[in-house]
């Protein structure tokens, strides 16, 4: 089964620090930036089962960072958080945005949740989906990727009644394993793999400390099958606290954030692709 082809929507940015590639689709005011994951593998493409739908509503940008897919893959300085999620402000500036809606996929969330707490006044409202940044322990990511690893990373989101059906993953395993091996892949990203396998760098950036003072609009959510924490002690207590996690006995939270426990695991847009688009627009659109 072929994956969707986004080749139409891809767009390149030069910026200071190298130079971008991005998708963007739709049209209007509501600017949307879809936030990828981490991994040597991973790029916007992560967005595709979704990216189309949500540009019949929105206006998506969806960037590869720099140091991931294909943007400058090997910096003079960076990737680092620092860098990265000051490209995302300088995204913005270039394109124009003063203000947007962030959707963010694990690492994708935690670069969102620093820009929220640096530049409060740049983003409108934030979705989290899987975020990472809460989860303490240091990032066991920096092992040269082969096709085995990835088709392992993915097939924890191939299951009974997931969107990511056995012929959807094959095409979708060939297309990360291209970006994990392309030139300077490796290399290129380990600044960033430093600062998240470093336990004492790592702290720097963990949100715990920065999640009470976030002023912008955001809802979590994550799969009841994630296993990242805090995820398996908030789908333990989800049903017992009516959905207030701020009331957790993990209670470093966003104050007013809105909860939302999915099925399936770590990648709901993979796994419940048209769920996942009900809640991001309608939290977008309240």
């Not at 092992?143 to 009644?161: H, K, L, M, Q």
């Not at 600044?191 to 396998?197: A, F, K, S």
Request: aromatic fraction near 10%.
């Amino acid at each position: 089964m072929p994956l969707p082809d986004l080749s139409k929507y891809e767009k390149f940015q030069d910026l200071t620090n190298g130079r971008v590639r991005y998708y963007e689709l739709g049209s209007g005011t509501n600017h949307t930036l879809l936030l990828h994951g981490m991994g040597y593998y991973t790029s916007a493409d992560t967005f595709q089962y979704v990216i189309e739908e949500l540009g019949q509503h929105l206006h998506i940008l969806a960037p590869d960072y720099l140091g991931f897919g294909k943007s400058t893959r090997k910096l003079e300085h960076g990737p680092t958080f620092d860098v990265i999620v000051d490209s995302l402000r300088e995204f913005m500036d270039v394109k124009g945005i003063e203000r947007a809606d962030l959707v963010g996929h694990s690492a994708g969330a935690w670069f969102g949740l620093l820009l929220a707490y640096e530049s409060p006044d740049r983003l409108r409202k934030l979705i989290s989906i899987g975020g990472a940044g809460m989860n303490t322990p240091p990032y066991r990511g920096g092992v040269r990727p082969t096709r085995e690893r990835i088709a392992n990373s993915v097939s924890g989101s191939v299951f009974d009644g997931s969107a990511l059906t056995p012929d959807l993953a094959e095409p979708q395993i060939e297309q990360m394993a291209a970006y994990a091996t392309a030139p300077d892949a490796f290399e290129g990203l380990a600044p960033l793999i430093d600062q998240m396998e470093n336990a004492e760098k790592r702290k720097q950036y963990l949100l715990h400390r920065r999640l009470p003072h976030i002023k912008t609009p955001t809802m979590v959510m994550w799969g009841k099958g994630d296993t990242m924490d805090p995820y398996p002690t908030w789908t333990e207590e989800y049903e017992r606290l009516n959905g207030d996690m701020s009331k957790s006995s993990k209670p470093w939270t966003i104050p007013g954030a809105k909860y939302v426990m999915t099925p399936g695991g770590h990648n709901s847009h993979w796994e419940t692709p048209q769920l996942f688009i009900k809640h991001v627009l309608e939290f977008l659109n309240e």
